[in-house]
């Protein structure tokens, strides 16, 4: 259940992605598929994390792993929230009037967004075989995540840039849309820094 929950939460990100680029391309209907594609999934995590703690609860697990385990469910979940949010901010944006290079800004963000998701994935697989490559794909999580904090301060300068060409509550939805990006982002390495902690763990075992 905790393999889906990753499983899904990735999805969440490469929808914000797909939403974002269709927004850029103009198209409105694909976008909007994407968005709701993406709320099915959130949902679906939200139901995971509520079974997958009733069952560590039940279960003969030790409670380290139990521990362990609940953890990179909540900050999982806590990830796909704000990619939910980011794609709220997306929906509204779309009947909006904004400089295509801000899509495209967007879209370069939401990228790195997947690859940091992707890479996640693959650190926590990581923890039961190979702690050091865990460790070694978190380290690249915090490169991904600086990235995308240069991406954010970028966003905004451009929202400055732009501030006579669109109107008020387009530039603070705008900026809504930054700030949760950069929120996933922050999730994403949040997450990997206890998958970190987690290798040292199992490394000493």
């Given at each position: ?18 939403s974002?680029n ?10 909007l598929?994407?968005?709701?594609r993406?709320s099915?999934r ?5 139901e ?7 069952e560590l609860?039940r ?12 953890h ?11 990619v ?9 944006l ?24 992707v ?11 190979n ?17 995308v ?11 400055l840039?732009?501030?006579?060409k ?12 930054i ?5 996933v982002?922050?999730?994403?390495d ?12 199992r490394?000493t075992?």
């Amino acid at each position: 259940m905790a393999d889906r929950q990753m499983t899904l939460a990735i999805d969440t990100v490469v929808e914000l992605e797909k939403s974002i680029n269709a927004a850029l391309k103009g198209n409105k209907k694909e976008a909007l598929n994407s968005i709701g594609r993406l709320s099915t999934r959130e949902h679906e995590i939200d139901e995971l994390r509520r079974t997958v703690f009733e069952e560590l609860t039940r279960g003969s697990l030790p409670s380290k792993d139990r521990e362990d385990i609940m953890h990179l469910v909540k900050r999982l979940d806590e990830m796909a929230d704000h990619v939910k949010d980011a794609s709220r901010a997306v929906s509204v944006l779309l009947n909006a009037k904004i400089v295509e290079e801000m899509w495209q800004q967007f879209a370069d963000t939401s990228k790195d967004l997947v690859t940091c998701a992707v890479t996640l994935r693959q650190a926590i697989e990581k923890l039961g075989t190979n702690p050091a490559e865990a460790k070694e794909l978190a380290k690249q999580i915090d490169k991904i995540e600086n990235r995308v904090d240069e991406r954010y301060v970028e966003s905004n300068a451009m929202l400055l840039k732009y501030t006579d060409k669109m109107n008020t509550a387009t530039i603070l939805l705008l900026k809504d849309l930054i700030e949760e990006m950069e929120h996933v982002a922050d999730s994403c390495d949040d997450t990997a820094d206890y998958v970190r902690i987690l290798t040292v763990a199992r490394e000493t075992l």
